[in-house]
């Protein structure tokens, strides 16, 4: 799954190496850290997300629990901060592409 927050965005699947755990990866640096700040992220596998953690699905579920249930905004893009520019361009690009399909 893809998962877009304010100031993350992570792609979660099955570690294959542990059915009980889960992969998140990223692109950018600090983006599983803003989810899971006690991930043990390693860098630079050859892929194409540079950014990996492995992490218990128990853990990564009651995060995303957590992360829902602390939601105040009414609209996702406004929610990005200001000085992430970059990634409201990235998200906006997202929206639209998905907005097109409607």
Known sequence: MWLFT????V???VDLNDESKRLVRARFS???QELFPNAEVREGEGTDYKFRASIPAEEVAECLKEYVMAMKYG???DSVPDDQ?????AYFSVWSTMYSFQ
Request: aromatic share 12%; net charge positive; hydrophobic share 35%.
């Open 6 to 9: 304010s100031k993350s965005f």
């Open 11 to 13: 792609a979660i699947v």
């Open 30 to 32: 600090g983006d599983i």
């Open 75 to 77: 609209n996702f893009k």
């Open 85 to 89: 520019e970059q990634r409201k361009k």
